[in-house]
C-alpha cells in the first residue's frame, strides 16, 4: 500500500482543514486506517484511527470533539476533518495503514502500522 497525504496548510486558530490521504493498492479496504502528528522536537503522536469498515473510529483526547476522521473505501481514500484548530495542533500529520488484527483502541501506537504517508504540514497561527 502506498499513501499520499495532501490537505495540510496554514490557518489561523479556530480555523479549518480537511486532510485527505489517498491509498493505492488492493489492501485499502482491509486495513484500519490511522492519523498520527509530529511536532519538532516531540514525539510522533496518535490522533485518530477508523476501523477498515468505517464503523468504527477512535481518537486521542486533545482532539476528541474538534477532529473526525473518515473513509470511502470506494475511492481509497481517508480524511481527517479538524475543526477549531489550535496552534498546538500544529504539527506534520502522517496517515497510516495497519492490518486489522486487534481492537481498534490498541490502534494509537505507531509500530501497529505498516504503511506510511509522506506527511503534510499544519501549522496554527495564533
Known amino acids: 500500500v502506498q499513501l499520499q497525504a495532501s490537505g495540510g496548510g496554514l490557518v489561523q486558530g479556530g480555523g479549518s482543514l480537511r486532510l485527505s490521504c489517498v491509498a493505492s493498492?488492493?489492501?485499502?479496504?482491509?486495513?484500519?486506517m490511522g492519523w498520527f502528528r509530529q511536532a519538532p522536537g516531540k514525539e510522533r503522536e496518535f490522533v485518530a484511527a477508523?476501523?477498515?469498515?468505517?464503523?468504527?473510529?477512535y481518537y486521542a483526547d486533545s482532539v476528541r470533539g474538534r477532529f473526525t476522521i473518515s473513509r470511502d473505501n470506494a475511492k481509497n481514500t481517508v480524511h481527517l476533518q479538524m475543526n477549531s484548530l489550535k496552534p498546538e495542533d500544529t504539527a506534520v500529520y502522517y496517515c497510516?495503514?495497519?492490518?486489522?488484527?486487534?481492537?481498534?483502541?490498541?490502534?494509537?501506537?505507531?509500530?501497529?502500522?505498516?504503511?506510511w504517508g509522506q506527511g503534510t504540514q499544519v501549522t496554527v497561527s495564533s
Open positions: 493498492g488492493r489492501t485499502f479496504s482491509s486495513s484500519n
Open positions: 497510516a495503514a495497519a492490518p486489522e488484527r486487534y481492537s481498534l483502541r490498541k490502534y494509537d501506537v505507531p509500530h501497529l502500522y505498516d504503511y
Open positions: 477508523i476501523s477498515r469498515s468505517g464503523s468504527s473510529t
